[in-house]
């Protein structure tokens, strides 16, 4: 935080020049990663950035496959709500953090699900049953008149060939790498290029359920 | 695409070519598999609104479920509560909210909600239109007051009362009607707070602020597993634990829990003997040398009260404590009986563990937080458990400072708010008590009702309400916002109390529950954010919320009710107010009550702003510690603190014993029963049962044994165990090795559940201080059913 302030000044500047270099700062070889300041970016690029550096090769490439966009709803009542636990945990859910985070935080195969582990986008929250729930019934207590929104729809770039905008609100979901990238991944959102690191640098977030604003320019 | 890559291959390195070839190589089944796609092909498990506007507006509010009062964000589309977010806003939780609060709209939509109001006609509850129950409930009111006296009609609500809600009910019962009969579920949960605070500092609620949690190095859970109640506040402390490397938590508690699980230290204590560890860690800080005397001798002075002060399990008990001035000496003769090693008889804790404790404690160069809600609250001797760790704070001079902060947390979302500082409590007014005559006229002024009409005797507390009820003293009772029939301890005297021939339930809910299934006239409520309101969270934060949707059918806010029926009785000019801006002309008229530096509210304009707003709001400043001149406006005596809460502007260290519970297992009854909450469910259920998230992951209620008590009783997991009490008895699954984990002898059973009345076995003994009953103890045996 501090040093992002120390280097306001220097803000402007940079996102010009990372205008220009494009991709080739972002790409992350370890020699140009010295180079970049990472107090450059904003604060979310700048740690998609770090945990792209940090994500193990094989995550770029295996697909589990079986993680789907139905699936992944089907864990929600609503778009961005926090997804119940679809397998079954000890009864005694231990406080312990390495119980969800040891799979969970970074990935991998378990050969227990035999699944591709999917990684959250948030591990600096430990305490994980604060707000995903076990599913013991699928029972109802009572019936219920629930709606919600549909969720965002896929792939609606604003001009033809342009980056599709994040249609998600980024909160608890800063880190793109996480969902977007690797065999976890669900795989209508899986992207295809995630060897570019700063998802940002591209991809604007531009929320679904709000209304689009167009510019104004101020009055006089 | 192409370009980017080409400009990349300037500065390749192995571990790029690497991770491109990786890349190339999964190409084509990424391809496959999104290039079978529509662009705007749709999921969701759950309904999707028909005429989806596709815009969601967003709109603050804190959270409906408990005092630790997140701010939520409410998503709305088309006139619905679609989706719910953190609010960032709001210092609270920044964002972050726990599975109640991010699935807290779906309460709103469970198909059985209350949408017209009931009467019981023949036996039978049927439907009538809204403005003819209230026709029925004035006219109730008149005749039953006329025929039985001004203190045979009474009113029941709730922490889950907004501020408006349980200030027109204080003015219609207290300044209109002229009973002293109105009461809260808050009286079940937090009275022993307010009389601790009032014994210890003269003044309610405390010093402090969640920010405490941002600096102390050391946190104490006094019987309080926040990682399941206050899991927000719970994970702030975590979060702490991990940035800042000198951090610990300590769980003290009668039952392992997921705080135990998390904490760097837990230590188990018998059932009652808080009382006695908290007199050893002060011997042991004074014997220790560790006292901070510039503050002890500066701001604080040493009293005891009455001793042997019984339980209230009778009828018309009374007791009135008298503050007897001691000297240090005296105090800390007494606390002799009190060393480590004869604690460690009584509570079972080890001496060396209460060495530790004490040593953190007494440590002047750490930053201690003690955290508290139900343990210590519901607790026959509540009053001076809260007194007792005060003691701990004010030896040491760990109080009114960033990061030192005895905190007590409630369990209510507006428990502070509409319960404590509204005074919805027999003996209390919006400012003061009944008792005194400028606390009256204050009332009386702001009210416009003539000073005759409060009544200067404080009449039932809430059990003895209940036992008036059911001794035909009270005949009228509206109960609003809580479950009576299911939460009361003892319950069934109670339930079959309100069933009586002559006696008039009405109940406002937003579901049926086993309180509307005894009531006489059931009004539809709106429920949390269908209407405008506040609440008042844990650390003197006032929230407010706009009305977000629209209530259902006939729905109406309790506030609103309470005004209808005021004017049918009379009263229209003191509920003169519309209904586009009753809540605003509310606040303001009740803001007057709190004028000063003391407690001043912030005003309404603000209010609606902000995400929550701590009092005392002085010049468009909040207050985070009381007491401490850098930060609170009230203080003038010119030094480091200033206690004004007492006259002798001191804080107040009592000299108070340990003495035992009300009842203890016997031969007969040899185990101790404890009830509590789960994290998915809050209260009795009605709400969080409805949700299907939580309803499927904590779907029944279960009695929770220890594992060696469960092997002896020849029960494993899922197999019924009757419970037996005194009282009455239930049969319930076992849980063994779950989420909490009792010690040998005794049981936990949480009580969100209605079909298991949990509560018909507990006993309604109660702290004679707060007269908070004592939920987490009392004797049992069990069986194998
Ligand atoms: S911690 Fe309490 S206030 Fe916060 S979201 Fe959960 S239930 Fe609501």
């Known amino acids: 935080m501090m040093k992002q302030s120390e280097k306001r000044g220097w803000v402007g500047p940079c996102i010009a020049a990372c205008c220009i270099l494009g991709a080739a700062v972002t790409i992350g070889s370890p020699k140009h990663s010295a180079a970049i300041d990472l107090g450059n970016f904003d604060h979310q690029g700048q740690k998609v950035f770090r945990s792209y550096e940090a994500t193990p090769e094989t995550y770029l490439a295996a697909d589990s496959g079986d993680r789907n966009l139905a699936r992944f709803y089907e864990l929600r009542q609503y778009p961005g709500s926090p997804p119940r636990i679809p397998h079954g945990v000890e009864a005694s859910f231990s406080g312990d953090e390495s119980n969800c985070l040891s799979c969970h935080g970074k990935g991998g195969y378990s050969p227990e699900f035999g699944k591709f582990v999917p990684v959250t986008p948030h591990p600096e929250n430990t305490l994980c049953y604060q707000c995903h729930a076990r599913v013991i019934t699928e029972k109802a207590f009572g019936e219920s008149d629930w709606q919600s929104i549909r969720p965002p729809r896929l792939g609606r770039s604003f001009l033809s060939s342009s980056p599709p905008p994040i249609p998600h609100s980024l909160q608890l979901r800063e880190n793109c790498i996480s969902c977007h990238t690797g065999p976890g991944a669900v795989v209508e959102i899986r992207v295809e290029h995630s060897s570019r690191g700063n998802c940002r640098q591209c991809h604007v977030p531009a929320v679904q359920t709000a209304p689009v604003n167009e510019f104004v320019r101020p009055g006089p | 695409m192409t370009t980017t890559n080409n400009q990349g291959d300037n500065e390749v390195t192995m571990k790029l070519n690497r991770r491109r070839f990786i890349r190339h190589a999964a190409t084509s089944s990424a391809i496959a598999t999104a290039g079978a796609l529509f662009p705007g092909i749709s999921f969701g498990s759950w309904p999707q609104l028909a005429n989806n506007s596709g815009l969601v507006s967003w709109q603050k509010a804190p959270c409906r479920f408990c005092g630790t009062g997140c701010g939520v964000l409410i998503g709305v589309s088309d006139g619905r509560a679609v989706a719910v977010k953190g609010d960032p806003n709001c210092s609270v939780n920044k964002g972050l909210c726990c599975m109640k609060g991010y699935h807290s709209v779906q309460a709103l939509y469970g198909k059985d909600r209350l949408t017209t109001a009931q009467v019981r006609k023949n036996g039978t509850l049927v439907e009538v239109p809204i403005q003819e129950a209230l026709d029925l409930i004035a006219d109730k009111l008149k005749t039953t007051r006329e025929l039985h006296g001004k203190d045979s009609v009474a009113i029941y609500g709730s922490g889950q009362w907004t501020i408006p809600d349980g ?77 800042r490397t000198n951090v610990r938590i300590i769980d003290f508690a009668t039952r392992s829990t997921r705080t135990s699980q998390a904490a760097d230290k837990s230590i188990l204590f018998k059932p009652q003997t808080d009382l006695a560890v908290a007199n050893a860690i002060c011997y042991e800080i004074i014997n220790r040398d560790w006292v901070n005397w510039d503050f002890v001798n500066q701001h604080v002075s040493f009293h005891r009260g009455k001793t042997d002060i019984g339980y209230g399990t009778e009828d018309h008990f009374a007791f009135k404590d008298q503050a007897e001035a001691i000297s240090f000496e005296e105090y800390s003769r007494f606390l002799e009986d009190y060393t480590p090693e004869k604690v460690e008889k009584i509570s079972g804790v080890a001496a060396k563990d209460i060495k530790y404790l004490a040593a953190l404690y007494g440590d002047p160069a750490l930053k201690v937080t003690s955290f508290w809600c139900m343990g210590m609250n519901q607790h026959t001797r509540g009053t001076w458990i809260n007194n007792l760790v005060y003691n701990i704070h004010l030896l040491t001079g760990k109080i009114s400072t960033p990061g030192n902060s005895p905190f007590s947390l409630t369990g209510q979302p507006s428990a502070c708010g509409t319960v404590r500082e509204v005074g919805t409590l027999t003996h209390k007014l919006p400012h003061g008590v009944v008792m005194n005559q400028h606390h009256r006229e204050m009332a009386a002024g702001i009210w416009d009702v003539p000073l005759s009409n409060i009544d200067p005797k404080p009449s039932y507390h809430t059990v003895e309400m209940f036992r008036a009820l059911d001794r035909g003293d009270i005949k009228f009772i509206w109960i609003q916002v809580t479950n009576p029939m299911v939460t009361m301890p003892n319950l069934r005297r109670y339930r079959d109390g309100g069933l009586k021939g002559d006696r008039f339930v009405v109940v406002s809910d937003v579901y049926p529950t086993p309180t509307t299934d005894i009531a006489d006239v059931i009004l539809p409520a709106a429920m949390w954010v269908e209407q405008e309101g506040m609440f008042g969270n844990s650390e003197r934060r006032t929230q407010h919320f706009a009305q977000i949707v629209d209530p259902p059918g006939e729905a109406m806010s309790d506030t609103w009710q309470i005004i209808e029926v005021a004017r049918r009785l009379g ?145 494993v997991n899922g197999e019924m165990v009757k419970i037996i009490s005194r009282r009455g008895e239930v049969t319930m699954p076992a849980q063994i090795q779950g989420r909490g984990v009792p010690v040998r002898g005794m049981v936990f059973v949480p009580f969100f559940d209605e079909s298991y009345l949990i509560n018909e076995l507990t006993l309604d003994a109660f702290c004679p201080i707060s007269k908070q009953p004592d939920y987490k103890k009392c004797a049992v045996r069990l069986e194998k059913a």
């Not at chain 2, 808050?186 to 009275?191: E, G, I, V, Y």
């Not at chain 2, 600096?215 to 975590?238: K, Q, Y």
């Not at chain 2, 609606?608 to 930060?631: A, D, M």
């Open chain 2, 167 to 243: 200030y027109v009910a204080s003015k219609l019962f207290k300044g209109c009607l002229g009973t002293n009969n109105v009461e809260a579920n808050a009286r079940l949960c937090m009275a022993s707070a307010v009389t601790g605070f009032m014994t210890s500092f003269g003044l309610d609620e405390p010093m402090g602020c969640y920010e405490d949690m941002d600096h102390a190095n050391i946190f104490v859970t006094w019987g309080n597993n926040m990682a399941e109640m206050h899991p927000v506040l719970f994970s702030r402390m975590l979060a702490n634990r991990k940035r």
């Open chain 2, 571 to 715: 009263f229209e000019q003191q509920f003169p107010w519309s209904k586009e801006d009753y809540i605003e002309k509310i606040w303001e008229e009740y803001r007057r009550f709190h004028a000063g530096p003391k407690h001043e509210m912030a005003p309404y304009s603000v209010l609606r702003e902000r995400s929550g707003v701590q009092w005392p709001y002085v010049n468009g400043r909040e207050t985070r510690w009381r007491f401490n001149p850098k930060y609170d406006p009230a203080c003038s005596n010119g030094k480091d603190f200033d206690f004004y809460g007492k006259k002798d502007n001191r804080a107040w260290i009592w000299a108070r014993p340990y003495e035992p519970a009300a009842e203890s297992p016997d031969n007969t009854y040899n185990f101790w029963l404890n009830t509590g909450r789960v994290i998915e469910h809050w209260h009795t259920g009605s709400m969080t049962r409805r949700i299907p998230v939580l309803h499927n992951a904590v779907p029944a209620a279960y009695v929770e044994l220890h594992p060696e008590d469960a092997a002896e009783l020849g029960v």
